[in-house]
C-alpha cells in the first residue's frame, strides 16, 4: 500500500503565508516526480508546481514568484511555501506522485494522489 498525506492547510488573509506538506509512505522502491495541483468550488483541477527527483521545478504562472516547491532530503516528501495568498489561491490543494511500488516490475511507474488540503483565503 502507498499512501500521501497532506497537511498544513488552512484559513489565512490576503497576503499572507501557507505551507503545505506531503509525505509518501508504504511500499515504495522509488518516487520519481511529485507535484500540487489545486482545485476550487465549480473549477477544473489545475497544476500549481511540480518538482523531479533531481529537483527541477515547474509553476503555473499564476503562483511564480509567490509559491516555492520543493523536496525533503529523502525525497519521500514534497513542500509548497505560498506567499502573498490572495483570495483566488482558495482551493483544495493535492499532492500527487509518480511511484515506483515494490510489488511492481522494473520501470512502472504509477501515479498516486493524496486525499487534500483546505486553503481559504480571506479578503
Known amino acids: 500500500q502507498v499512501q500521501l498525506v497532506e497537511s498544513g492547510g488552512g484559513l489565512v488573509q490576503a497576503g499572507g503565508s501557507l505551507r503545505l506538506s506531503c509525505a509518501a509512505s508504504?511500499?515504495?522502491?522509488?518516487?520519481?516526480?511529485m507535484g500540487w495541483y489545486r482545485q476550487a468550488p465549480g473549477k477544473q483541477r489545475e497544476l500549481v508546481a511540480t518538482i523531479t527527483r533531481g529537483d527541477r521545478t515547474n509553476y503555473a504562472d499564476f503562483v511564480k514568484g509567490r509559491f516555492t516547491i520543493s523536496r525533503g532530503n529523502a525525497k519521500n516528501t514534497v513542500y509548497l511555501q505560498m506567499n502573498s495568498l490572495k483570495p483566488g489561491d482558495t482551493a483544495v490543494y493535492s499532492c500527487?506522485?509518480?511511484?515506483?511500488?515494490?510489488?511492481?516490475?522494473?520501470?512502472?511507474?504509477?501515479?498516486?494522489w493524496g486525499q487534500g488540503t483546505q486553503v481559504t483565503v480571506s479578503s
Open positions: 508504504g511500499s515504495i522502491f522509488s518516487i520519481h516526480a
Open positions: 500527487d506522485a509518480e511511484i515506483h511500488p515494490l510489488q511492481e516490475r522494473v520501470g512502472v511507474v504509477l501515479p498516486y
